[in-house]
Structures are given as structure tokens and as C-alpha cells.
């Protein structure tokens, strides 16, 4: 996955979340490193998920 692409989907996926609410509990965070690269942070609801099975 080039890294514009993975901004679009990223990008999609928050527009499609936002509700008027959501983003103002949930969301994502970037932050870069020391030694180059990232830190990616997504908060989630995660009552929109299925429970895992045991």
C-alpha cells in the first residue's frame, strides 16, 4: 500500500465516522519518532464490534 493511499483510506474511514459526536470521544492520533517513522493511535468504539467468541 503506497502512503497516499493509506492516507485516503484513513482519511474516508474518519469522514464516514463522523457524526456530530464521535469525533469528539474517538479519533486518531499521529505523532512522529525519533528514529524516522510514526505512531498511530486509533481510538475506537469498540460497542460497534462483536464480542469475541470463547
Known amino acids: 500500500m503506497k502512503s497516499s493511499n493509506a492516507i485516503e483510506i484513513i482519511t474516508k474511514w474518519y469522514q464516514i465516522k463522523c ?3 464521535w469525533e469528539h470521544e474517538f479519533g486518531i492520533e499521529i505523532k512522529n ?3 524516522p517513522g510514526w505512531c498511530i493511535q486509533i481510538k475506537e468504539d ?3 464490534y462483536p464480542s469475541p467468541t470463547k
Do not use: L
Request: proline share 0%; aromatic share 0%.
Open 46 to 48: 469498540k460497542k460497534n
Open 33 to 35: 519518532i525519533d528514529n
Open 19 to 21: 457524526d456530530g459526536q
